[in-house]
Nanobody
Framework: QVQLVESGGGLVQAGGSLRLSCAAS????????MGWYRQAPGNQRELVAQ???????NYADSVKGRFTIFRDNTKNMMYLQMNSLKPEDTAVYYC???????????WGQGTQVTVSS
């Protein structure tokens, strides 16, 4: 069983930056896909960004050009660099990982990001 722990959330003004971190309790080398999701009050959880084991990345249209996802297999870490933050980015952000398309995701407990206008 792998545990994922997010950190780095907080309160920031619009236009500011935050870097979220996701620490895995074991090796992430075997995870084909890792990603960041977010959920705002009253909304469904949505994919923000995803990175595969080959380094391929994809982003939600709403964050393209502002957010960057990357993983460091040597440190068992994944990150989300968030720049030019907007109030609509306010949500709980979750780290997720899975070994293949046919396996379930492991989830972290979430970290709150609040962007004030």
């Amino acid at each position: 069983q792998v545990q994922l722990v997010e950190s780095g959330g907080g309160l920031v003004q619009a236009g500011g930056s935050l870097r979220l971190s996701c620490a895995a309790s074991g090796s992430i080398f075997s995870f084909n896909s890792m990603g960041w999701y977010r959920q705002a009050p009253g909304n469904q959880r949505e994919l923000v960004a995803q990175v595969t084991s080959s380094g391929s990345r994809n982003y939600a249209d709403s964050v393209k050009g502002r957010f960057t996802i990357f993983r460091d297999n040597t440190k068992n870490m994944m990150y989300l660099q968030m720049n030019s933050l907007k109030p609509e980015d306010t949500a709980v952000y979750y780290c997720a990982a899975r070994r293949s398309a046919t396996t379930n995701y492991y989830w972290g407990q979430g970290t709150q990001v609040t962007v004030s206008s």
